[in-house]
């Protein structure tokens, strides 16, 4: 890990890559402080002395990229028993949050929007990111999953008397959504999770809404009143509908949309976690164990991936991300993800692309991320190789030499061409 830079890092002979543009080669892109000032063709006019020049001979300089859907705390979530998020000590689940932390941004993803973790751990990792006592990537820090008694991760048996777990938040009736929710907004939660419906690789089926309007509203409410983001695991057209028209923020995994879903989704401006890749592996592992099971889910893939293409052409915000940590979908593989959805999928590079920065810029309300241009703060990644063309490099932090976050770089492995002095 590197500080700051004395003077500018000048960047020449870049291929400029966003989710806005198709590739621009023989472009230069100067950063100063935590801020680029100028990307142009061509080289720059008289690099000063304290300047870095750094030649890139035409790799691809592009966004940090953004996952909206990560579990700091989650490994091989599913195999151990007991309650959820009482299955390992709080202490060894925070090492954990460290170690994914830095994983996440290694894979060149600089910002990263949480979607549950125990213990207020996430808040914690905000603030050890922030004083340097940890490496890891812009972090929004998510909740504990606020949802009714007896929903689909409630599963402990009645008689162990665990009460709240580690990992869950229970709630019943407006009044204790809404407490549940300010509770968890402070002990740091910048954005809620709620666990709406069973379905999407929990044992409860995707039919069954986990609560009623009059709770979901005033969870949402909550939220919006203390300046928080509001998500929901949502696998049914039903809870769609009511958790757009309630005005969630974030639909996760969003099973049974269709096109009237599509419609309500893009008129609310809500964003939208397929998180598909999780289900293409969990099926492809379980083809020579459970084929049954394996077919189950594989018939649930396909009905979202039919679906993929219409939502994104209507406009639907999508953003990527999935549930890496769960058994047999480990963490570190983020990249893979892009993969997925370009090679399985069939979605177009620069699409994908623009749902790993621009899309996922956006909802975390960071106008200043998310594109290669002047004024933006300078999360940037060098890729050797050009994702458009192969998209599968994203997958491989070897083939990411270099990693900046606001203007500092936290991986460098390129070499620097001595500016001229004067």
Known sequence: MTGPPTGRVVFTGATVLDGEHPPRPGMTVVVEGKGITSVAEGPPVAPGPDDRVVDLGGRTLMPGMVTCHFHSTYHELGLAPG????????????????TNLEKVLMSGFTSAVSAGAPFGSDAAMVEA??????????FVPGSRDVSTTGHAND????????????????????????????EEIKEGAQIIK?????????PR??????????????????????????????????AIMMAVDLGIDVIDHGDGMDRECIEAIVAAGTFVVPSMFFLFTY??????????????????LDAALAVLPV?????????????????????????EELAFYVKVAGMAPLDVIRWATVNGAELMGRGDLGTVATG????????????????????DRDRIPAIMKGGRFLKDELATTAAPRS
């Open 311 to 335: 939502a994104a052409e209507a406009g639907v915000k999508i953003v990527l991300g999935d549930d890496y940590g769960a058994a047999g979908f480990p963490h570190g593989i983020y990249g």
């Open 129 to 138: 990111i922030r004083q340097r006592a940890i490496v890891g990537p812009r």
């Open 205 to 238: 089926s995707p039919e069954r809404i986990e609560m009623n309007g009059a709770e979901m509203r005033a969870a949402i409410e909550a939220a919006h009143e203390r300046g928080a983001m509001i998500r929901g695991h949502i696998a049914n057209r039903d």
């Open 83 to 98: 309650p959820f998020g009482l299955t390992e000590a709080p202490a060894l689940q925070a090492v954990r949050a460290v």
């Open 376 to 395: 933006k703060t300078a999360d940037l990644l060098v890729v050797d190789g050009d994702p458009v063309a192969d998209i599968a490099v994203l997958g």
């Open 283 to 300: 099926a492809e592992l379980m083809k020579g164990q459970s084929p049954a099971l394996a077919q189950a889910i594989q018939d649930e």
């Open 194 to 202: 709620m666990f709406v419906t069973g379905g999407h690789g929990v």
């Open 155 to 182: 599963y402990a048996p009645w008689y162990w008397k665990v009460g709240e777990p580690g990992a869950l938040h229970l709630a019943d009736g407006p009044d204790e959504f809404r407490k549940a929710v300010r």
